[in-house]
């Protein structure tokens, strides 16, 4: 068993920088490969990115790739998403998740709003 909460969303302008963070409890933590979701309101829930369980593989979505970095400390059981050069179509709710297949995911936190200004 895994439980999630991420932190660190907010306002912020177009251009600016956000880093969430999403911070685990269960012992199981460093078998899980972890991962970021996005969902816009009125829209589909969309993936960024997933790094493996030993942190050395990642993996984004086209429209954050060079902008997002996903890392993982797994001493601390924290998961982290860098995003930066942030665009206004970024504003979303951004949900951490674990044991990612597809679209779907063993377990999710429940979320934290970005809000990016124009």
């Known amino acids: 068993q895994v439980q999630l909460e991420e932190s660190g969303g907010g306002l912020v302008q177009a251009g600016g920088s956000l880093r969430l963070s999403c911070a685990a409890s269960g012992r199981t933590f460093s078998t899980y490969g972890m991962g970021w979701f996005r969902q816009a309101p009125g829209k589909e829930r969309e993936f960024v990115g997933r790094i493996s369980y030993s942190g050395l593989s990642t993996y984004y979505s086209d429209s954050v790739r060079g902008r997002f970095t996903i890392s993982r400390d797994n001493a601390k059981n924290m998961v982290y998403l860098q995003m930066n050069s942030l665009k206004p179509e970024d504003t979303a709710i951004y949900y951490c998740?674990?044991?990612?297949?597809?679209?779907?995911?063993?377990?999710w936190g429940q979320g934290t709003q970005v809000t990016v200004s124009s």
């Open positions: 998740a674990a044991g990612i297949t597809g679209l779907n995911a063993d377990y």
